[in-house]
């Protein structure tokens, strides 16, 4: 299964194989609210046929009726703006006066489409530059921190391989968790090699991989677009694991447990020898303190904290359970055990 931004990049390639005219629209700047960040894109067939999304409905559907009026018409990248008085923010669905706007591109045999796709299938993140008056595009490699560019010449959107979670352990918090972030278009790994932990697992589209987790960390060579989460309790799982994942480009490394024993992790951690440097990624009490009780809040917390990180959000020190005062209610984690 792939991202949704694949998805579209290669319905849209598929459209233009079989010689049906099409367009790739990408939100580029947002004001006020927004339903769909900047970076967003949707993909539009000639006959009305659409993929993906940039404003949850209401704008798709004012594209698809001038694309079924008029047809695809467009020869060269339009910048289009939706919601600038209040009655379009109205009419177009757009929350409390936002406004949006969009780069429609036709797209033609200069696209690099195909191109795009074969770097991402290999986990490549790219840039794609498009000239506003060729429609030329240009690829090159792109780097974690680069977003995306707009000049009066040209607009530049990043790309990049599906986000990725490794969840060690299959009990009912794993289950919670991969169910969330399967729907939020993570591609969700589970590593568990205790046969009657797999043996009760039920979430749709995510299976368990019988492998010990450090190895499948290795495996896997995670890139920065990789997440690990351990969930076991049991240190011969988590700990070796989560020792490799340090080791990689991992933005985001969590374990569960108390504070204490996340105190004696850390401990074990520098007799294999990792720097302090490291051992510092490493979030534990896992999640953000939002005075979870059940598996479902806990895996909300998990995932609250991982998509902060992702976002390059900086967490107040009031909301990280690992910093949350000793006075503060107690929040436990999917096991029962105090965090």
């Given at each position: 299964m792939h991202s949704i931004d694949y998805?579209?990049?290669?319905?849209?390639?598929?459209?233009?194989?079989?010689?049906?005219?099409?367009?790739?629209?990408?939100?580029?700047?947002?004001?006020?609210?927004?339903?769909?960040?900047?970076?967003?894109i949707m993909a539009m067939s000639?006959?009305?046929?659409?993929?993906?999304?940039?404003?949850?409905g209401c704008i798709e559907d004012d594209l698809i009726a001038r694309v079924r009026a008029e047809g695809i018409t467009r020869t060269k990248p339009d910048l289009v703006t939706y919601g600038i008085t209040a009655d379009e923010a109205h009419r177009f669905g757009?929350?409390?006066?936002?406004?949006?706007?969009?780069?429609?591109?036709?797209?033609?045999?200069?696209?690099?489409?195909?191109?795009?796709?074969?770097?991402?299938?290999?986990?490549?993140?790219?840039?794609?530059?498009?000239?506003?008056?060729?429609?030329?595009?240009?690829?090159?490699?792109?780097?974690?921190?680069?977003?995306?560019?707009?000049?009066?010449?040209?607009?530049?959107?990043?790309?990049?391989?599906?986000?990725?979670l490794i969840i060690i352990g299959a009990g009912q918090l794993p289950a919670f968790l991969?169910?969330?972030?399967a729907g939020m278009d993570y591609h969700v790994t589970v590593?568990?090699?205790?046969?009657?932990?797999?043996?009760?697992?039920?979430?749709?589209?995510?299976?368990?991989?019988?492998?010990?987790?450090?190895d499948l960390v290795l495996e896997m060579g995670l890139d920065a677009r990789s997440a690990v989460v351990a969930l076991t309790h049991d240190p011969k799982l988590d700990d070796l694991a989560i020792m490799e994942a340090l080791r990689s480009e991992a933005f985001y490394v969590g374990a569960i447990g108390s504070r204490a024993n996340n105190a004696k992790r850390r401990e074990r951690l520098k007799?294999?020898?990792?720097?302090?440097?490291?051992?510092?990624?490493l979030h534990g009490p896992i999640g953000l303190y939002i005075g979870s009780k059940t598996p479902?809040?806990?895996?909300?917390?998990?995932?609250?904290?991982?998509?902060?990180?992702?976002?390059?959000?900086?967490?107040?020190?009031?909301?990280?359970?690992?910093?949350?005062?000793?006075?503060?209610?107690v929040q436990v984690d999917g096991a029962g055990c105090v965090i």
């Open positions: 998805e579209v990049l290669n319905q849209a390639a598929a459209w233009l194989a079989a010689g049906k005219p099409c367009e790739l629209v990408t939100v580029i700047k947002t004001w006020g609210s927004s339903p769909r960040p900047e970076g967003a000639g006959d009305g046929e659409v993929i993906g999304s940039v404003s949850g757009l929350p409390c006066g936002g406004t949006i706007q969009l780069l429609i591109e036709p797209l033609a045999a200069h696209d690099r489409l195909q191109e795009l796709l074969g770097h991402l299938a290999q986990r490549k993140l790219v840039m794609r530059s498009v000239d506003l008056e060729t429609g030329e595009a240009t690829l090159a490699p792109a780097s974690p921190e680069m977003q995306l560019r707009v000049t009066d010449k040209s607009i530049t959107t990043i790309h990049g391989p599906r986000w990725r991969a169910t969330i972030a590593c568990d090699p205790r046969e009657e932990y797999r043996a009760g697992w039920q979430v749709p589209g995510v299976s368990v991989v019988h492998a010990m987790p450090d007799l294999f020898d990792l720097p302090d440097e490291q051992i510092d990624k479902a809040e806990i895996a909300i917390s998990i995932l609250a904290e991982l998509t902060a990180v992702k976002n390059g959000v900086k967490i107040p020190s009031a909301m990280r359970v690992q910093e949350a005062k000793d006075s503060a209610p």
